[in-house]
């Protein structure tokens, strides 16, 4: 399979979870509102999440993949299954352990993400909601050691469209569970932590059988003697090994986000859902583009370190970052020149309100600002992890952690809540940059030509773009279409169509061949 029709396919899949995921946001919006229950929502989910993106998405499969691959492609497929399992047993009894702890820990979880929650009805409801999530880490690290392998052996479609079912979940909840709690004076909010844990089971249960048909179901050791001798495996402990600099890595990330939903907790309530929603927005792009191509790329690079092919491994890096310049460029155009359109056409109803529309908004654009390094990290950190090179990432982000701290402190003073959105745009440019330039110095990763002619003609595609779009914002008022929903919603379609015949028309017109680009 070609790696753009492996990329096509996680990313075809990755829009149909974005598209159910937008639709539950949605929906959720509009029976819920910006309050301080939602807030408390919000927070709870963040908190399994972040241990999610700590083990399973994060530090587990940045060590896992690159490990598993090169296993596979050194030592055979025999060796490789004995891994798994053994993987599979280490992980199994860390994960019972951290959900038994995060459990009994919640009400400390809650109050270091959100202090400004100290007392009251929302700080009950966001410990309470964080009990009844927080197992939800544990299926989904189990997931993401199913995805690994899965990938691995180039089956991606499965891995791909897992996360459909929890939206699909959470919207049941939300449109069934919901209106029952509230006619039994149960806060209706609670439905969604139900849809959470029902969604992560789900993932679960359909990743096994794709597993069982590649003769790859991992066997989980329940005896002290099979736990020790998974503990003294030599790959789990490269994995345990390389995870250390990886988990204090994405931890960092992690840390940022704390800090960034702490400081929301104290400002106007609201604020958390305010950024919650806009992160889901900016999380379209950058999961369609940047983790499509990162979930194929990653096993790939990692195959071609260990077989010694540098000419390959730079080459995929090439292709791969013309790909993010190529579309995320114009994304972050979209976020920063039509926001107030598309956040009015998609969350605008119920109980969300004209000012929620605004401040949403405001912080979509500080995403926007810095979409191209958030994706383009995607790309250029396997180039490192598939080296199985931890450590360099793992500074930069230290440092791009106390850069995002030092905006927040010059811009939340200003513009408040979009300041912190602000702050993690800018940041990622930085983040983006500094990769970038670790694989030129290291030689690694040596750009084909033509780099030049090529961000000139998609400067030029942009600038057009913005234009066109920045009309469409202020010719028509989108706010007062609030009554004209399906209006709208053929408008902003019509303005996307637009927009796209605008870019891509120019980029043909001077004189990019993006069929050759595409073809890889």
Request: aromatic letters at 8%.
């Amino acid at each position: 399979m070609s790696l753009l029709k492996s990329a096509s396919t996680v990313s075809l899949l990755t829009l149909a979870s974005r598209v159910t995921g937008l639709a539950r946001d949605l929906i959720m919006a509009s029976m819920f509102g910006a309050n301080a229950l939602t807030d408390a929502f919000n927070v709870a989910f963040r908190i399994p999440n972040l241990f999610r993106r700590l083990f399973a998405e994060g530090a587990f499969s940045q060590a896992f993949v690159p490990v598993l691959a090169t296993t596979k492609t050194q030592d055979g497929e025999v060796r490789t299954r004995e891994l798994i399992a053994n993987v599979a047993t280490v992980l199994f009894w860390v994960l019972l352990l951290t959900c038994v702890l995060g459990v009994v820990g919640a009400p400390v979880l809650v109050w270091l993400l959100a202090s400004g929650f100290e007392s009251g009805h929302a700080h009950e409801a966001a410990v309470l909601m964080t009990r009844w999530m927080f197992p939800y880490i544990g299926f989904m690290s189990m997931v993401a050691l199913c995805a690994g392998v899965l990938n691995t052996w180039k089956r991606f479609a499965v891995p791909a469209a897992t996360p459909v079912l929890l939206n699909v979940c959470m919207i049941a909840a939300a449109l069934l569970l919901a209106p029952w709690l509230k006619a039994r004076g149960v806060e209706p909010i609670y439905a969604m932590a139900a849809g959470v844990m029902l969604g992560g089971v789900l993932q679960l249960a359909v990743q096994l059988p794709a597993l069982k048909k590649l003769g790859l179901m991992p066997r989980i050791g329940m005896t002290p003697a099979a736990i020790r001798a998974a503990w003294s495996d030599g790959g789990v402990r490269r994995i345990l090994t390389l995870m250390a600099p990886a988990l204090l890595g994405v931890g960092v990330a992690q840390v940022s986000l704390m800090i960034n939903t702490q400081i929301a907790s104290y400002l106007t309530p609201g604020s958390v859902t305010w950024l919650f929603y806009a992160d889901r927005l900016m999380e379209f792009p950058t999961a369609l583009l940047g983790v499509a191509l990162g979930v194929v790329l990653t096993p790939k690079l990692a195959s071609a370190k260990a077989a010694g092919d540098s000419k390959s491994y730079s080459g995929m890096l090439d292709w791969g970052l013309r790909l993010v310049v190529l579309l995320a460029v114009p994304c972050g155009v979209g976020l920063l020149a039509f926001a107030d359109p598309l956040v009015s056409t998609l969350f605008h109803r119920g109980a969300l309100n004209n000012n929620d529309v605004n401040q949403i908004a405001l912080a979509l654009m500080g995403y926007g600002v810095g979409l191209l390094g958030l994706v383009a990290i995607k790309v250029l950190a396997p180039g490192y992890f598939a080296s199985q090179d931890m450590k360099t990432p793992v500074k930069i982000a230290v440092a791009v952690l106390v850069l995002t701290q030092i905006l927040n402190v010059v811009l939340v003073p200003w513009i408040a809540h979009a300041g912190l959105a602000l702050s993690i745009g800018l940041a990622a440019l930085v983040n983006a940059s500094w990769l970038l330039i670790g694989l030129l110095r290291r030689g690694a990763y040596q750009p084909a030509p033509g780099w030049l002619r090529f961000a000139l003609q998609v400067l030029a595609a942009a600038l057009l773009l913005a234009a066109f779009l920045m009309w469409g914002a202020q010719h028509w008022n989108w706010q007062a279409m609030r009554a004209q929903e399906w209006q709208r919603i053929a408008l902003l379609a019509v303005m996307l169509l637009g927009a796209a015949v605008v870019y891509f028309g120019t980029l043909l017109l001077s004189g990019v061949k993006l069929r050759s680009l595409l073809c890889r």
